[in-house]
């Protein structure tokens, strides 16, 4: 029954990201990405902190669920700062060159993706809904950023979709090798603690600075009040 609800979650992960993100970007309606970024932060956030962090705690204690989750913290960093997943703060970078090496990035975080997914859902159903739940707040403004990258590099829309496409279904083949490697050698725990690190440096150091406004206004609190909401939403679920 597992395998069937890791692959409904990742088929469904892949499918909502790439066609919502598209309807938004086909339709120019950009400024949804402003509200879906501080609720994910605090989904994002809620999903490290409650979920994977308690749960790898009670099957690895404490102390060493705390090391691998500082591992993932500082993997996810050194991997943002040279893998260039998400975004380029180069004003020289080549931007034909980048859209497809951001495609790449965007294939192996989504790989990733498919591995946590399978193992929250093997370590707890509801974990894995939670989980999937997270990670779908998360993809889909970063899939708009992605059409957009692609797009302005010069590649056709329905070319640029279905290339995004392919790099999302990663998320999949990530589903099947966590299923298939977390039963044969145990290791969902340990991808727990490690997500959950990975899940923190995304919302305070990818999506929180995103939010933040230098004066405070109408959008600051609706920022904050959405960014509760999304850590409130997991908390209850």
């Known amino acids: ?58 099957q690895l204690g404490i102390s060493y669920a705390s090391q691998i989750l500082i591992l ?3 993997f996810f960093f050194i991997a943002e700062m040279f893998l260039m997943w998400r975004h380029c703060h180069d004003e ?20 990733i993706d498919g591995i946590i997914i399978a193992s929250a859902f093997l370590t707890n159903p509801n974990l894995g809904f939670i989980t999937t739940l997270a990670i ?15 797009i302005y590099a010069g590649i056709k829309a ?5 290339y995004n496409f392919l ?14 490697f977390s039963l044969a050698y145990g290791i969902a ?8 690190g990975g ?12 939010i933040k406004d230098k004066e405070i206004n109408k959008t600051t609190i609706l920022n904050v009040f959405l960014f509760l909401l999304g850590f409130l939403v997991i908390y209850f679920i």
């Open 189 to 196: 725990p340990y991808i727990l603690a490690f997500a959950a």
């Open 72 to 74: 993932g913290f500082i």
């Open 158 to 162: 329905k070319r640029a979709l279905f």
């Open 167 to 180: 790099a999302q279904l990663t998320s999949v083949i990530g589903g099947l090798v966590g299923y298939f």
């Open 136 to 150: 779908i707040t998360h993809e889909i403004p970063q899939e708009i950023a992605d059409m957009g990258v692609i």
């Open 92 to 111: 020289e970078c080549d931007v034909h060159q980048f859209a497809y090496l951001n495609l790449f990035g965007d294939a192996i975080h989504n790989f």
């Open 199 to 210: 899940f923190l440096y995304l919302s305070a150091s990818d999506l929180i600075p995103q």
């Open 1 to 58: 029954m597992s395998l069937e609800m890791i692959l409904f979650a990742t088929i469904s992960l892949s499918l909502i990201s790439i066609f919502v993100g598209a309807f938004l970007v086909f339709s120019k309606k950009k400024q949804v990405i402003h509200f879906l970024l501080p609720f994910s932060a605090g989904a994002i956030m809620a999903t490290a902190l409650l979920d994977l962090a308690v749960e790898s705690s009670l």
